[in-house]
């Protein structure tokens, strides 16, 4: 079972309880590296996120650590197209936007190097 949307915006903490996932609709049957995928590329590919945050992370999922996995980069590019995609999407929302999507297509292109600088939409 994989929750098919986890980033850290679909994560509540509340101090007097447990922590609470949000945003189910896409909760299915899949592979957990998917879910593991979204956090490791902002950490590879971002730098959104420290060597010791990240470790953190790796640590409290029992040690896996996806950026390790054979298939990792495959999900990692699939990620960041998805990522794209949602820009590309947004283009009619004014220039902002549309720049934003040139720039996440020029990073994708090679024509920048990582690591990457998006700004959210």
């Known amino acids: 079972m994989i929750h098919g949307d986890a980033w850290q915006g679909n994560l509540v903490v509340p101090r007097s309880t447990d922590p609470v996932l949000l945003d189910l609709d896409k909760v299915s049957l899949g592979q957990r590296e998917w879910d593991l995928v979204q956090l490791a590329v902002d950490y590879t590919d971002f730098r959104r996120i420290t060597d010791s945050q990240y470790r953190d992370f790796v640590d409290a999922y ?27 999407g947004r283009t009619d929302s004014g220039r902002a936007a549309a720049a934003e999507a040139h720039h996440r297509i020029a990073c994708l292109r090679g024509s920048i190097p990582k690591p990457w600088t998006w700004t959210a939409l």
Request: hydrophobic content about 45%.
């Open 62 to 88: 029992g040690g896996y650590d996806v950026t390790r996995w054979s298939g990792y980069r495959v999900l990692a590019d699939i990620q960041e197209l998805r990522w794209v995609g949602f820009a590309i």
